[in-house]
């Protein structure tokens, strides 16, 4: 099983067997990732690494992936000239970073995707994740968005050789 996700109608969906579910992607819609910060959810097939979670607000998924509690310290460097770049770090950081432990819950659940991560490209993108929507289903910097519900039953149909493909 895959999690495919496309644009149909006037909405992005998911799908991974039982029926298509909406989600959100980047402001930059699905595209050729070029860079940092370009907003694009990147078009391609890409494998699943881990999963984080605030364990301060959910139980532990269900899911064949490793899981691991996030902590308050826990960050995400976007600074592609630092040797962290498009890694887990610890908080505070000095390069850019992104905290991973927000006030929203939009991190709540992360599904950590394999992009550009071997090997890390400078600059090429980071931080692509399945994480959770906001309400009304607003567009992300580049990740993938669903509902909790919809992520968690994903998660536990997983097997360890699935991929996020996301096709234009």
């Known amino acids: 099983m895959h999690i495919t996700v496309r644009h149909r109608g006037d909405a992005y969906v998911a ?29 391609g097939s890409w494998p699943l690494r881990r999963v984080l979670y605030r364990a301060d607000r959910l139980p532990a998924p269900s899911c064949v992936l490793a ?8 960050g995400w460097c976007e600074a592609p000239d630092d ?23 939009l991190y709540d659940v992360v599904l950590v995707v394999g992009y550009n991560d071997s090997p890390v490209v400078p600059g090429r993108g ?21 509902a909790l519900p919809d992520v968690i039953e994903a998660l536990a149909q997983l097997s360890c050789d699935d991929h996020l493909i996301v096709q234009a």
Request: overall charge positive; aromatic content about 6%.
């Open 126 to 146: 980071s931080a692509i994740f399945l994480h959770l929507a906001r309400p009304g289903y607003s567009p992300t910097a580049g990740c993938v968005a669903m």
């Open 15 to 43: 799908d991974w067997g039982k029926a298509p579910r909406r989600c959100a992607v980047g402001r930059g819609g699905i595209a050729r990732k070029l860079r940092e910060g370009d907003g694009i959810t990147p078009v």
């Open 83 to 105: 040797p962290d770049y498009n890694r887990l770090i610890k908080l505070p950081h000095p390069s850019g970073s992104e905290s991973m432990w927000r006030d929203d819950a």
């Open 67 to 74: 899981v691991s509690a996030l902590a308050p310290d826990d």
